[in-house]
């Protein structure tokens, strides 16, 4: 299950209706390689694909690529605003450890706990 909130379908909501988005249009989740800690979260509007799961709130679609959610179940979706940052956040349990920017994270692997690598702290996200 992934978790979305209020202000996340709210403010999802506010941007489909002020690009004028065309019916079953959503915020498109996924998970790609890359980032400093392994895997990249992407979000992107579009429309769904064969085999992507779909969670419909109040009629605001947010659409989680088939190939990523194994690594954003458990997840919530937000919206932050903040003096330096505003956009859509992933807030993932799963992750081993995340980038200090987070957009980048390493999933975790049963039964190993990660080292800390100060390449991760955040001071060499781009």
């Given at each position: 299950m992934i978790t979305i909130t209020d202000i996340a379908v709210r403010e999802l909501a506010a941007l489909l209706k002020s690009k004028d988005a065309p019916e079953g249009t959503g915020l498109r989740l996924g998970v790609e390689r890359g980032g400093?800690?392994?895997?990249?979260?992407?979000?992107?509007?579009?429309?769904?694909?064969?085999?992507?799961?779909?969670?419909?709130?109040?009629?605001?679609?947010?659409?989680v690529a088939a190939d990523s959610f194994d690594f954003l179940e458990g997840c919530t979706v937000d919206f932050t605003e903040a003096l330096s940052d505003r956009g859509f956040k992933i807030f993932n349990p799963n992750a081993a450890r995340s980038c200090g920017c987070g957009t980048s994270f390493e999933p975790s692997e049963e039964g190993k706990k990660p080292e800390y690598d100060p390449a991760l702290d955040g001071t060499q996200c781009k």
């Open positions: 400093c800690a392994g895997l990249a979260y992407t979000m992107k509007i579009g429309e769904s694909e064969e085999g992507d799961k779909i969670i419909d709130l109040e009629g605001t679609k947010f659409i």
